[in-house]
């Protein structure tokens, strides 16, 4: 996720990872007696069950495997935690981790001169280059074949009385329109720029709901009418479910949303065969992640409730089988 993606940090959570990474920064992995993977994500659901695919398709090799920085928050808290070492592996939305990396006032120039090309494979190298010159050893292994990215999102009636199909068809409506935009969208890129900047919306927009993104609230409020316009992520369940419209982003504005997994260094320095051994874990799992496919566990974990745990060990079976 994205930039825009937020959800509440259980205080549990917070206990159990702070817990974790007493040692702090590399410490905390060399100090075993065996490479454990301290697994984190994100805190909304999809972060988190392709966390816990990874943990369990690790697992299923025999390595030890810790928890306790999976649903650990927004971008700006799991990152912390990586780069203290409280967790080594996390799942990462490749562009828009690169956009987030590579943006702000206090980020050294070489870095901020790096921006998402809206390829995935060389964004993949980008986001490589970001960690090295952050100083933080880590290895960005295989992106995801599917993706998940921000989406604007109508309801069927709404694209018909509009004529709405694409974001650039915004502009000349947008008046007549209400606009369910994230907390963050004035200072994240990925949302205020390509609405203003690409798109030709008025900043702030006549019409405006701030709405938590990619979660329920947003989602109820465009179903109940409140809201008109969307940000939501593009395969939330929801959106097929009551058959709503993804206006397509025609100018190509948003960031490769393939999902990479990040480890850090001084765990891969204890497996025998290194990032290689991983790799040859992880890869497969990573090619598998279709963006059909991460809709489908979408709706287990999101609307049928279904545990993450028991969704992924089914996905990673159906590898095998």
Do not use: K
């Not at 205080?11 to 992995?29: C, D, F, K, N, P």
């Not at 967790?87 to 901020?112: Q, R």
């Not at 109820?220 to 009418?225: C, F, P, S, T």
């Amino acid at each position: 996720m994205r930039n825009s993606r937020r959800l509440a940090l259980g205080a549990s959570i917070l206990a159990t990872v702070a817990l974790a990474g007493t040692a702090g920064g590399g410490a905390l992995v060399s100090a075993q007696e065996e490479p454990v993977f301290i697994v984190g994500s994100d805190g909304f659901y999809e972060s988190a069950l392709v966390g816990e695919i990874y943990a369990q398709a690790l697992e299923a090799e025999g390595y030890s495997v810790d928890r306790g920085g999976l649903a650990i928050g927004a971008r700006p808290a799991r990152l912390a935690a990586y780069d203290s070492g409280q967790i080594n592996l996390m799942p990462e939305y490749v562009g828009f981790g690169l956009s987030y990396l590579t943006s702000g006032e206090d980020v050294d120039e070489a870095i901020a001169a790096i921006t998402p090309s809206g390829n995935t494979d060389a964004d993949v190298a980008a986001l490589q280059e970001v960690f090295d010159l952050r100083g933080i050893a880590s290895t960005i292994l295989a992106p995801s074949a599917g993706e998940d990215t921000n989406a604007a999102v109508v309801r069927a009636d709404t694209a018909e009385e509009f004529g709405l199909s694409t974001m650039s068809d915004l502009a000349a409506v947008q008046d007549d329109l209400r606009f369910g935009l994230p907390p963050d969208c004035e200072s994240n890129a990925p949302c205020r720029v390509a609405l203003e900047e690409t798109y030709g919306i008025t900043w702030p927009p006549a019409n405006l709901e701030t709405l938590p993104p990619c979660g329920a609230e947003m989602a109820v409020a465009l179903e109940g009418n409140a809201i008109d316009v969307a940000w939501l992520c593009s395969t939330q369940p929801v959106i097929a479910q009551n058959g709503w419209l993804v206006l397509a982003d025609d100018q190509e504005s948003q960031p490769r949303g393939n999902l990479v997994p990040v480890v850090r260094n001084d765990v891969l320095e204890q497996v025998d065969g290194g990032a290689e051994a991983i790799a040859a874990i992880l890869d497969p799992v990573s090619a598998a992640l279709t963006t059909d496919v991460l809709t489908e566990l979408g709706v287990r974990v999101a609307v049928d409730q279904e545990d993450h745990d028991d969704v992924a060990a089914e996905f990673l079976a159906s590898l095998a089988g």
